[in-house]
């Protein structure tokens, strides 16, 4: 029985990319004579260069200035609405009303100008999270940088997937394709050798390579052609287009309603100038002055909480596109489970055996049969672990996996067994390389004595002496969810192989690997919450059909069927695909990314709005062809975060599920803006139609500036707030409802119900003050100080409406004291309304500008009645509704 390797820390760190000695540099076209150290630079050489040199830092887009940015916040189109009605009001000899509307101009526009700073701060800060970084050799060691720390004269190693952050000369490549679509529009990736310069920006997509660094930061190609492309405006999202058709569907009805009773005012006798008044009035008291900031506001939220959750939001308008998923296409490995990776079982033609030890570390138990058992092993543990590329290092304390769980699984294991990697590679000098990659489903490393092979097991037992006991050995392993590969070898004879497919043939099968990744705490409730929530679940992986319905039984996704499909089955008409795979609980199998990229496409020509994981470099069609792409965050690529909406930095499926809920919750919130806000315009127009009706008999209740007052004094904090609800338990309940931010629901519950009660109450209280003072019905109302009470009356029974309103908007369904979820953000605002409520009303200079006086008892006894009377009518409404369903 070979013995177990125990004791202190050890690195186990293979360079399968290491120079041989003496090996030569390309610079330019000249054969540079300079020898290439083995070990890198140096610690203070890279110190020194990069005192010298600056950070490696590419550069992007520059934004615009902040005189900029704030300008912009005072010429968009409300803006200007706004900006040409208080030049007319100066116009028309009212400057009073035209000094209310620029400060409605310039308050709006800051705070605006404040809530973008506050959402790029947020979008830096999220950003930070996920440091780029290079592996390069220092001091003869392998790590990992922050690629700002590169420096010229780096020895970079560069593996699929990694982002090109310098321009680097290739002094060593092996399978080498690199994506230049960034800086050349090329979509077919270029094979690139030794000597060729490769450019930052760029990503690599299969292969392994080491190269030198040349050029850094502005330096570099890229930074001068991204020079060129700075100021270009991003494509407009779905929900900014949105926020557009709202934005102007607002404004056309302000301004219609403001002409259409301006020319009814002038029918019924009213003077120009009180038309105008009226008109004016009208059209400030329907614009919803803080209807971006809110919305910008409600996506930044949105996205700080997804940051607490583990899950990096790219684009803040993409937090919204979340909340309408309807299907989720997730990998298994990292996702489902927990990536991280450990052999269990060695089956091999002598035997089996079983291998017990905790996550990473070197130590571990060996549990088999004889010796023959024994030694066969040994040599499992020494061809798996030199054909890997992943390793195993000490962090804190604590083992981790360096590179692809699986691969330093591999490592770990030949430690485990008593195999001395590096021993084995002085005997045995490797002297060629062929990289996995996803269509061989293998790779291979040839030394000068033999060739050493791992793969997918239907990828290399084809090419091994036929081992029926194997077909069956690999069965049983699959079954158990474990992972497969099979190990196989074969002397070197004759000169090196100079191909792939020559190498790796007339192979000796030395056994079959089951490695185990256990399923992640929470995956079964996660995909449970899905089913509650009408979203469709698939698990899409490379994995063996086995290992992934293995999994899929025990995170409980195949709980409603037993569809399980190989990538190879899959239909070739798309319409015939999305047939099959449109249903809860499907299984695709050793799917191809190609494959990956159909079922996206099939998906959402059937009317879904797909999210789709990824993580390698070929995902990364699958993901831009999904609606949200999500990538890991420890596992993936920089070519699957770069195109992805939503990165999980914990790599789980769970975060998927949060994240959906947290978009629900923003749409939602959108709408409870819109509903509380034009509730309030009810309110507030309701005075300047009564008043036109009846050819101004009726005195005005609210005036112009008290409508101003309202809308900028008492409601933004509120609606902000409403902005800010965080999601409620009820969130995923049902599958999710696309509809427009302004529909026939919020339109007829505002202006149906909400509105009209809370009208109806400041005209109550309003009257109640004139009632309290004698005035019976039909006789003339006096305009003097019972006016100004009366016309507090009303305003403050609006501001009560509002308080009422506020509470009623954090559900659709449910009643305002039946809601679970806790705001204290929205407690506070209305604390602060009460108080600017009390400045309204008793503060002399400020009640003598709105033309206004503190209620009466009676009048504040009325308008202390909206309260109840709003949420009243909120419920009946809720309650009707929910009994139409």
Same mark, same amino acid.
């Given at each position: 029985?070979?013995?177990?390797?125990?004791?202190?820390?050890?690195?186990?760190?293979?360079?399968?990319?290491?120079?041989?000695?003496?090996?030569?540099?390309?610079?330019?076209?000249?054969?540079?004579?300079?020898?290439?150290?083995?070990?890198?630079?140096?610690?203070?050489?890279?110190?020194?260069?990069?005192?010298?040199?600056?950070?490696?830092?590419?550069?992007?887009?520059?934004?615009?200035?902040?005189?900029?940015?704030?300008?912009?916040?005072?010429?968009?189109?409300?803006?200007?609405?706004?900006?040409?009605?208080?030049?007319?009001?100066?116009?028309?000899?009212?400057?009073?009303?035209?000094?209310?509307?620029?400060?409605?101009?310039?308050?709006?526009?800051?705070?605006?100008?404040?809530?973008?700073?506050?959402?790029?701060?947020?979008?830096?800060?999220?950003?930070?999270?996920?440091?780029?970084?290079?592996?390069?050799?220092?001091?003869?060691?392998?790590?990992?940088?922050?690629?700002?720390?590169?420096?010229?004269?780096?020895?970079?190693?560069?593996?699929?997937?990694?982002?090109?952050?310098?321009?680097?000369?290739?002094?060593?490549?092996?399978?080498?394709?690199?994506?230049?679509?960034?800086?050349?529009?090329?979509?077919?990736?270029?094979?690139?050798?030794?000597?060729?310069?490769?450019?930052?920006?760029?990503?690599?997509?299969?292969?392994?390579?080491?190269?030198?660094?040349?050029?850094?930061?502005?330096?570099?190609?890229?930074?001068?052609?991204?020079?060129?492309?700075?100021?270009?405006?991003?494509?407009?999202?779905?929900?900014?287009?949105?926020?557009?058709?709202?934005?102007?569907?607002?404004?056309?009805?302000?301004?219609?309603?403001?002409?259409?009773?301006?020319?009814?005012?002038?029918?019924?006798?009213?003077?120009?100038?009180?038309?105008?008044?009226?008109?004016?009035?009208?059209?400030?008291?329907?614009?919803?002055?803080?209807?971006?900031?809110?919305?910008?506001?409600?996506?930044?939220?949105?996205?700080?909480?997804?940051?607490?959750?583990?899950?990096?939001?790219?684009?803040?308008?993409?937090?919204?596109?979340?909340?309408?998923?309807?299907?989720?296409?997730?990998?298994?490995?990292?996702?489902?489970?927990?990536?991280?990776?450990?052999?269990?079982?060695?089956?091999?033609?002598?035997?089996?055996?079983?291998?017990?030890?905790?996550?990473?570390?070197?130590?571990?138990?060996?549990?088999?049969?004889?010796?023959?058992?024994?030694?066969?092993?040994?040599?499992?543990?020494?061809?798996?672990?030199?054909?890997?590329?992943?390793?195993?290092?000490?962090?804190?304390?604590?083992?981790?996996?360096?590179?692809?769980?699986?691969?330093?699984?591999?490592?770990?294991?030949?430690?485990?067994?008593?195999?001395?990697?590096?021993?084995?590679?002085?005997?045995?000098?490797?002297?060629?390389?062929?990289?996995?990659?996803?269509?061989?489903?293998?790779?291979?490393?040839?030394?000068?004595?033999?060739?050493?092979?791992?793969?997918?097991?239907?990828?290399?037992?084809?090419?091994?002496?036929?081992?029926?006991?194997?077909?069956?050995?690999?069965?049983?392993?699959?079954?158990?969810?474990?992972?497969?590969?099979?190990?196989?070898?074969?002397?070197?004879?004759?000169?090196?192989?100079?191909?792939?497919?020559?190498?790796?043939?007339?192979?000796?099968?030395?056994?079959?690997?089951?490695?185990? *990744?256990?399923?992640? !705490?929470?995956?079964?409730?996660?995909? %449970?919450?899905?089913? &509650?929530? =009408? +979203?469709? $679940? /698939?698990? #899409?992986?490379?994995?063996?059909?086995?290992?992934?319905?293995?999994?899929?039984?025990?995170?409980?996704?195949?709980?409603?069927?037993?569809?399980?499909?190989?990538? *190879?089955?899959?239909? !070739?008409?798309?319409?015939?695909?999305? %047939?099959?795979?449109? &249903?809860? =609980? +499907?299984? $695709? /199998?050793? #799917?191809?990314?190609?494959?990956?990229?159909?079922?996206?496409?099939?998906?959402?020509?059937?009317?879904?709005?797909?999210?789709?994981?990824?993580?390698?470099?070929? *995902?990364?069609?699958?993901?831009?062809?999904?609606?949200?792409?999500?990538?890991?965050? &420890?596992? =993936?690529?920089? $070519? /699957?975060?770069?195109?992805?909406?939503?990165?999980?930095?914990?790599?789980?499926?769970?975060?998927?599920?949060?994240?959906?809920?947290?978009?629900?919750?923003?749409?939602?919130?959108?709408?409870?803006?819109?509903?509380?806000?034009?509730?309030?315009?009810?309110?507030?127009?309701?005075?300047?139609? $009564?008043?036109?009706?009846?050819?101004?008999?009726?005195?005005?209740?609210?005036?112009?500036?008290?409508?101003?007052?309202?809308?900028?004094?008492?409601?933004?904090?509120?609606?902000?707030?409403?902005?800010?609800?965080?999601?409620?338990?009820?969130?995923?309940?049902?599958?999710?409802?696309?509809?427009?931010?302004?529909?026939?629901?919020?339109?007829?519950?505002?202006?149906?119900?909400?509105?009209?009660?809370?009208?109806?109450?400041?005209?109550?209280?309003?009257?109640?003050?004139?009632?309290?003072?004698?005035?019976?019905?039909?006789?003339?109302?006096?305009?003097?100080?019972?006016?100004?009470?009366?016309?507090?009356?009303?305003?403050?029974?609006?501001?009560?409406?509002?308080?009422?309103?506020?509470?009623?908007?954090?559900?659709?369904?449910?009643?305002?004291?039946?809601?679970?979820?806790?705001?204290?953000?929205?407690?506070?605002?209305?604390?602060?309304?009460?108080?600017?409520?009390?400045?309204?009303?008793?503060?002399?200079?400020?009640?003598?500008?709105?033309?206004?006086?503190?209620?009466?008892?009676?009048?504040?006894?009325?308008?202390?009645?909206?309260?109840?009377?709003?949420?009243?009518?909120?419920?009946?409404?809720?309650?009707?509704?929910?009994?139409?369903?």
């Amino acid at each position: 029985m070979p013995s177990v390797a125990r004791g202190g820390p050890v690195a186990v760190v293979p360079s399968p990319v290491l120079p041989r000695p003496g090996g030569d540099i390309i610079i330019g076209a000249v054969l540079s004579t300079e020898r290439a150290p083995e070990t890198g630079l140096t610690t203070a050489e890279a110190r020194a260069r990069l005192a010298v040199d600056g950070p490696n830092a590419l550069p992007t887009a520059r934004p615009p200035s902040l005189w900029r940015q704030m300008a912009g916040q005072f010429v968009h189109f409300f803006a200007l609405l706004f900006w040409v009605a208080g030049a007319l009001a100066f116009i028309a000899g009212l400057p009073q009303l035209g000094v209310a509307i620029f400060v409605v101009i310039v308050l709006n526009g800051l705070f605006a100008f404040a809530q973008e700073r506050r959402a790029e701060h947020a979008a830096r800060e999220l950003r930070d999270l996920l440091p780029r970084l290079a592996t390069v050799l220092r001091d003869g060691a392998v790590v990992e940088i922050d690629a700002e720390d590169l420096v010229t004269g780096d020895l970079v190693l560069l593996n699929g997937g990694d982002r090109i952050s310098a321009d680097m000369r290739i002094s060593r490549a092996h399978g080498l394709a690199i994506d230049t679509s960034t800086l050349t529009g090329e979509s077919v990736p270029a094979h690139t050798q030794r000597g060729e310069l490769v450019h930052a920006g760029c990503y690599v997509v299969e292969g392994e390579a080491r190269a030198v660094v040349e050029l850094t930061g502005s330096s570099t190609r890229f930074a001068s052609i991204a020079s060129l492309t700075e100021g270009q405006p991003p494509a407009p999202t779905p929900l900014r287009l949105e926020l557009d058709r709202v934005s102007r569907l607002i404004a056309a009805v302000a301004i219609g309603v403001g002409l259409l009773f301006f020319s009814l005012a002038l029918l019924l006798g009213t003077s120009a100038s009180d038309g105008f008044l009226f008109a004016v009035g009208l059209t400030v008291a329907v614009v919803p002055e803080s209807l971006l900031p809110t919305v910008t506001l409600s996506l930044a939220v949105g996205a700080q909480r997804m940051a607490t959750r583990h899950g990096l939001v790219r684009h803040l308008e993409a937090v919204e596109t979340l909340g309408s998923t309807t299907f989720i296409c997730t990998d298994k490995t990292g996702t489902l489970t927990r990536n991280q990776m450990s052999v269990v079982e060695v089956w091999m033609p002598t035997g089996s055996a079983s291998i017990e030890g905790v996550g990473y570390a070197p130590a571990g138990v060996v549990r088999g049969g004889s010796d023959s058992v024994a030694r066969a092993l040994v040599d499992v543990g020494r061809v798996a672990g030199r054909a890997s590329t992943g390793s195993a290092v000490e962090r804190d304390g604590e083992w981790v996996a360096q590179g692809d769980p699986m691969e330093a699984a591999l490592v770990v294991m030949a430690r485990r067994v008593g195999v001395d990697l590096g021993a084995d590679e002085r005997t045995a000098r490797e002297i060629e390389r062929f990289p996995f990659d996803p269509r061989r489903r293998r790779m291979s490393v040839v030394t000068d004595a033999e060739v050493l092979v791992k793969g997918a097991p239907d990828a290399v037992l084809p090419r091994c002496s036929h081992l029926p006991e194997a077909d069956v050995a690999l069965q049983r392993l699959a079954a158990r969810g474990l992972r497969v590969l099979a190990v196989a070898r074969r002397p070197l004879d004759g000169a090196p192989p100079i191909s792939a497919d020559d190498a790796e043939r007339d192979l000796t099968l030395l056994g079959l690997v089951g490695l185990e *990744d256990a399923p992640r !705490a929470g995956a079964s409730e996660a995909i %449970a919450a899905c089913r &509650r929530a =009408g +979203v469709r $679940v /698939a698990m #899409v992986t490379g994995d063996h059909p086995e290992t992934a319905r293995a999994i899929a039984r025990e995170v409980g996704l195949l709980d409603h069927g037993e569809l399980v499909v190989v990538g *190879d089955d899959l239909p !070739a008409d798309d319409a015939v695909l999305g %047939a099959l795979i449109d &249903r809860d =609980g +499907v299984v $695709v /199998a050793r #799917v191809t990314p190609e494959g990956k990229l159909r079922i996206a496409r099939a998906l959402r020509l059937r009317g879904h709005v797909v999210a789709m994981t990824g993580d390698g470099v070929n *995902d990364a069609p699958a993901l831009k062809e999904a609606a949200i792409g999500v990538a890991m965050g &420890r596992s =993936g690529t920089d $070519v /699957a975060r770069e195109s992805a909406d939503l990165v999980l930095l914990d790599d789980d499926f769970a975060t998927i599920v949060a994240a959906i809920a947290q978009g629900r919750s923003t749409f939602a919130n959108i709408r409870r803006f819109l509903t509380y806000h034009l509730t309030d315009n009810v309110a507030e127009l309701a005075p300047f139609v $009564v008043w036109a009706l009846t050819g101004g008999r009726f005195p005005l209740a609210l005036g112009v500036l008290q409508v101003l007052a309202l809308d900028i004094g008492t409601d933004i904090l509120p609606a902000l707030a409403l902005g800010a609800e965080p999601p409620g338990a009820y969130v995923l309940d049902g599958p999710p409802v696309r509809r427009h931010l302004l529909d026939r629901q919020v339109f007829g519950r505002a202006f149906g119900v909400l509105g009209p009660v809370e009208a109806f109450m400041a005209f109550a209280a309003f009257i109640a003050v004139f009632a309290a003072d004698g005035w019976v019905p039909g006789s003339p109302f006096d305009d003097g100080s019972t006016l100004l009470t009366a016309s507090g009356a009303a305003f403050t029974a609006v501001v009560f409406g509002q308080v009422a309103n506020a509470f009623a908007c954090r559900s659709a369904v449910r009643p305002a004291w039946a809601v679970q979820t806790r705001n204290p953000l929205l407690f506070w605002a209305i604390v602060v309304e009460l108080l600017v409520l009390a400045v309204f009303l008793f503060v002399p200079a400020v009640a003598d500008l709105l033309d206004q006086a503190p209620p009466s008892w009676a009048g504040f006894g009325v308008a202390l009645c909206a309260i109840p009377a709003v949420l009243l009518a909120d419920w009946l409404w809720k309650r009707r509704r929910v009994r139409r369903r």
